[in-house]
């Protein structure tokens, strides 16, 4: 870890742009902003999220994390009861939360006020952590 750090480090004072490194220990990863690294990859966590995402019930998933895990972008099913049969400015959606497609019938939508959801959709959020559980439980009904 040490190696790759310093190598990131270098390359970094060197020009580069963008530093990716690859680190065994997690607890590292929080170290890494702060010593000028853009993005550091723990094959452990990358794993641990795997793992999580298969377990995961119902029809959700989450795509990707932004900024070390503190956004998510999020695919879940439309099935909660409050949910389905809303239009979208009818909804009180969590704050740091916001829908930016949706698929019907194979048809990408960009929702606006006026859009219903409909049983089975399929909607792509972005959300911040602190309103995954949120906006996961109004879409999917699902905690």
């Known amino acids: 870890d040490e190696a790759n750090i310093m190598s990131a480090i270098q390359a970094k004072t060197l020009g580069v742009k963008k530093v990716l490194v690859v680190i065994h220990r997690p607890d590292y990863a929080n170290l890494m902003e702060q ?45 909660g009861e409050n949910f389905v049969g809303a239009k979208l400015r009818d909804l009180q959606l969590p704050t740091g939360s916001l829908i930016v ?36 439980k109004l879409i999917t009904g699902q905690s």
């Open 35 to 79: 010593m000028g690294i853009d993005r550091a990859v723990s094959p452990r966590m990358v794993m641990a999220q795997e793992f999580l995402a298969m377990l995961q019930k119902g029809k959700s998933s989450s795509l990707a994390d932004i900024e070390q895990g503190r956004a998510h972008v999020l695919q879940l099913a439309v099935e």
């Open 101 to 136: 497609a949706l698929e019907r019938d194979s048809e990408i939508i960009v929702p606006h006020a006026e859009t219903v959801f409909q049983l089975e959709d399929t909607v792509l959020v972005i959300c911040l952590q602190k309103a995954h559980k949120k906006i996961t």
